[in-house]
């Protein structure tokens, strides 16, 4: 049964970092693609990031771009995302998506990816 947990999520004032963690377990975590993806109020969930696990590849949405990294613990089967420089527009629940069906370049689609967390909420107030 494959599992993804997110954590890390909170409430942070602008300019502020916050960093997410995605721990899997069930997968063959070292051989896909990891997503973080994150869906606002009333707004399509979109990417935000995107690393393929056995190269350490990765994709940002241009909005994210210069402000999160995406990054691995191989040894740890976890996903992380690092935000810095947080911007109220920032504001909704983050999931973390794994077993892309799809190998191509970007962050990809939420449709693309078979597996998703429960999702961990960030704030950023202004």
């Known amino acids: 049964q494959v599992q993804l947990v997110e954590s890390g999520g909170g409430s942070v004032q602008a300019g502020g970092s916050l960093r997410l963690s995605c721990a899997a377990s069930?997968?063959?975590?070292?051989?896909?693609?990891m997503g973080w993806f994150r869906q606002a109020p009333g707004k399509e969930r979109e990417g935000v990031a995107a690393?393929?696990?056995?190269?350490?590849?990765?994709y940002y949405a241009d909005s994210v771009k210069g402000r999160f990294t995406i990054s691995q613990d191989n040894a740890k089967n976890t996903v992380y995302l690092q935000m810095n420089s947080l911007k109220p527009e920032d504001t909704a629940m983050y999931y973390c998506a794994a077993d892309r069906t799809v190998v191509a370049g970007a962050v990809g689609s939420p449709e693309e990816y078979n597996y998703w967390g429960q999702g961990t909420q960030v704030t950023v107030s202004s």
């Open positions: 690393i393929y696990t056995a190269g350490s590849t990765t």
């Open positions: 069930g997968y063959t975590y070292s051989s896909n693609c």
